[in-house]
């Protein structure tokens, strides 16, 4: 084939691919290999700056490439022994420098116009508070005393364990899902206030165009406005350690109404809403007023009168919320099935502590002990519900404890 029709050839499949490619990316932004689109107005925005600047790039690409190939092509030296030698042409180097210069302020321009409106928190409907931990985040409601941790969901964390032996395609939204979304009105302008409790995570769920950095003694803002219901799923995007690719983001946009309800129920302390049936509630308990903190009241498991049991959730709720605490919190260490990885993790089978009288249990996973590190920012309910756990299960049978027990001890 001649040179020409071999570079025609070249051209028209290049054009082919290129033409498959954007149709792809357009069609398909969620699963494909272009950004999403997203659902607030900054995320289209951003949006639509990537595909400019994407094409002015290919524009450059293919204009630079093209005539370094043309001349190699047509210049080569079979073709021109004799080389052309001129230089310094006035022309020439105004264009070039001018032409880049356009570009560059054609891109500036746009870009800083987003960029200064994705931080303008001015305004903002309410605010949260997002906290990065090693390896999960919290969120606090400012102003509707609502706050809770959002951590990798139980059937997530046990399928990722080495040798689990189970079927992660098989697992729905394997790594991206939580037990507790972050819950957010559509249509209002959410502030979010970003800061860690230990290293430097960051938080970002791309269909909000949210990214920005959690880092200790800082607070970094930025905002967003929903546009469309839905749950939306982020990363954290800073690599903070062991666990850094467990502690994914989900954000669950409700209609306005919904939202109203949603955040009634957190307050009201009432039955686990869908959203964190998993976990059961994410609002930290006040402790039961039903029980004394004394000792005697810890060591007898408290026979929960019926009028109370609102206030003070019985021995199953304990085992099936704990269970739940349990694979978030402990499994790592201690396996799931209790028997943990001795001599480092002793093993809660039959553990003189879990059998113990429940204080001292209490106080070690409030303060942590050698290895163990503390679980004080657990909220009491969890940590009543850890607890009981682990004394019934595994062949355990050594009562029940109470957020209120808890309470007691802190
Ligand atoms: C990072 C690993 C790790 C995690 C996570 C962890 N533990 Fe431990 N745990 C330890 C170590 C290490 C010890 C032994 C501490 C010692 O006595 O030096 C221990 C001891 C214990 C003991 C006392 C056992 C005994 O017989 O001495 C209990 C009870 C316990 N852990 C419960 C829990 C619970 C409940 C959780 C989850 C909320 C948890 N642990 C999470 C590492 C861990
Ligand atoms: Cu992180």
Redesign the pocket.
Known sequence: MSMKGWLARLAAGTGLICAALSAQAYTDTSKGYNLPTGVTEISQEVFTLHMWIFWICVIIGVVVFGAMIWSIVFHRRSKHPKPADFHESTTVEIVWTALPFVILIAIAVPAAATLIKMEDVRDADMTVKVTGYQWKWHYDYLGEDVAYFSTLTAESNAARQLKSGVDVNAVPNYLVDVDNPLVLPVGKKVRFLITSNDVIHAWWVPEIAVKKDAIPGYVNEIWTRIEQPGTYRGVCAELCGRDHGYMPIVVKALPEAEYASWLAQQKGGEAPTETSAIVGEPIEVAAAPTQTASDAAVDAPIEVAAADAAQAPSKDALVQKGES??KA??????QANGT?LPP?????VG????TGAPVA?IL??LKG?????P?GH?SDAD?AA??T??RNSWGNDAGIVQAADVAAQR
């Open positions: 605490v349990y919190n402990c499994a790592a260490c201690h943990g480092n993790f002793p093993s809660l553990s003189s502590v879990v249990q070690q996973l002990k050698n290895l163990m590190p679980f657990l940590l850890v607890i756990y682990t």
